[in-house]
């Protein structure tokens, strides 16, 4: 079965002002919600956001912004994945 973009969902979604980390929930279809790490968008200089790139290696502020969600993320993937 070929990938559909129609049926790929991004359910929330945080994004680290400082380094442009940005963390996900997805879907795909009727499958569970999954975690995304990444990509990275970078704000230019001009403020509009840049393409995504990947997001490589975390630094520590990265590291430390994802720690500081993980409560909410769990919380979030645990609502979003109770069988219904």
């Known amino acids: 079965m070929p990938y559909d973009p129609e049926k790929?969902?991004?359910?929330?979604?945080?994004?680290?002002?400082?380094?442009?980390?940005?963390?996900?929930?997805n879907q795909y279809?009727?499958?569970?919600?999954k975690l995304q790490i990444g990509p990275r968008?970078?704000?230019?200089?001009?403020?509009?956001?840049?393409?995504?790139?990947k997001a490589g290696r975390l630094s520590m502020e990265d590291f430390l912004w994802l720690y500081d969600l993980m409560d909410e993320?769990?919380?979030e993937m645990t609502r979003l994945n109770r069988p219904e």
């Open 8 to 25: 790929d969902k991004v359910l929330r979604r945080w994004k680290c002002e400082q380094t442009g980390l940005v963390v996900s929930i």
């Open 29 to 33: 279809g009727d499958g569970g919600a």
């Open 41 to 53: 968008i970078l704000t230019k200089r001009d403020g509009t956001e840049g393409a995504p790139v």
């Open 73 to 75: 993320i769990r919380d």
